[in-house]
């Protein structure tokens, strides 16, 4: 049996409706439009307690590594896990360009982050963070400009 042949305008018109059948389902596979950024789950809370309890050093030594890791004057009271999700998305795009840039990492994925006074801690979160103690903390200001990290 000879192949199919179909006139150009007719191919054309089949081409283009190819075309859109193809970009919607493109579409159906794309990645949900929101997912969370900031963790909250008990390594964020764990993460929580350690930012506290570094706040709470009373020694020279402990004071000097807050005052060097810009965090002198936060209280350990004061600090608390972020939610918002503007702030996370943020912070996870500072902490890709800082942290781990060697590794490829790039925002958006889960962050812990945690506000103390006016400075912003993040870690990495979610499922990357499982393995949380392997990773660094950042310290950044308000508009994400790394003050230190550990």
């Known amino acids: 049996m000879p192949p199919v042949t179909l006139p150009a305008r007719r191919r054309g018109a089949l081409l283009v409706a190819f075309a ?9 596979q794309e990645p949900p ?6 963790s909250t789950d008990s390594a964020a ?3 929580l307690g350690r930012v506290r309890y ?7 030594a402990g004071r000097r590594r807050l005052e ?3 965090l002198g004057g936060a209280a350990a009271a004061s600090a608390e896990l972020v939610t918002e999700e503007p702030v996370c998305l943020d912070a ?3 902490y890709a360009g800082l942290a781990h840039r060697a590794s490829g990492l ?5 962050v812990m982050v945690v506000r103390a006074g006016d400075r912003l801690l993040v870690q990495l979160g979610g499922v990357l963070g499982a393995q949380a103690a392997e ?3 950042v310290v950044f200001d308000p508009v994400f400009r790394p003050l230190g990290k550990y």
């Not at 570094?54 to 020279?60: Q, T």
């Open 54 to 60: 570094l706040l709470a050093a009373n020694d020279s």
């Open 106 to 110: 790039h925002a958006p994925f889960p």
């Open 20 to 28: 859109a059948l193809a970009a919607t389902a493109l579409q159906g």
């Open 135 to 137: 990773w660094e903390v």
């Open 92 to 94: 996870a795009a500072a």
């Open 68 to 70: 060097h890791l810009g």
């Open 45 to 47: 809370r764990a993460f």
């Open 33 to 38: 439009s929101h997912f969370p950024a900031c």
